[in-house]
């Protein structure tokens, strides 16, 4: 599988931005997707993860719940991420990462995962 991740930008701080992820040449419904992102001087931290297992989930870091929704759309094989009220600290370089779909988001391992290039998100006055 190949992921193409697009989307980034700079934001105002309280701003929205749409991120998207591209699952090229398959089949979005076979994969486990999740969304990662990695500040500067910071450990890479997982912010959402969407799994069709067990009649399907979207799970949400504590830092982003409320703010940040996932959604898939299946005739396109994309997945969007959209950030609202975005903050200085939601800086980072954003991923997306696929893992085969009988995998649900606790069982999904970043070593095994296929990842699309980074998105650049700065949130800044």
């Known amino acids: 599988v190949q992921l193409q991740a697009s989307g980034g930008g700079l934001v105002q701080p309280g701003g929205s931005l749409r991120l998207s992820c591209a699952v090229l040449k398959f089949v979005l419904d076979d994969y486990t997707i999740a969304w990662f992102r990695q500040a500067p001087g910071k450990e890479r931290e997982r912010v959402s993860c969407?799994?069709?297992?067990?009649?399907?989930?979207?799970y949400y870091s504590n830092s982003v719940k409320g703010r940040f929704t996932l959604s898939r759309d299946s005739a396109q094989h994309t997945t969007y991420l959209q950030m609202n009220s975005l903050k200085p600290e939601d800086t980072a370089v954003y991923y997306c990462?696929?893992?085969?779909?009988?995998?649900?988001?606790?069982?999904?391992?970043?070593?095994?995962?296929?990842w699309g290039r980074g998105t650049l998100v700065t949130v800044s006055s």
């Open positions: 969407s799994t069709l297992v067990g009649g399907g989930a979207t």
């Open positions: 990462a696929a893992v085969p779909r009988y995998y649900h988001c606790s069982e999904f391992s970043a070593d095994k995962a296929t």
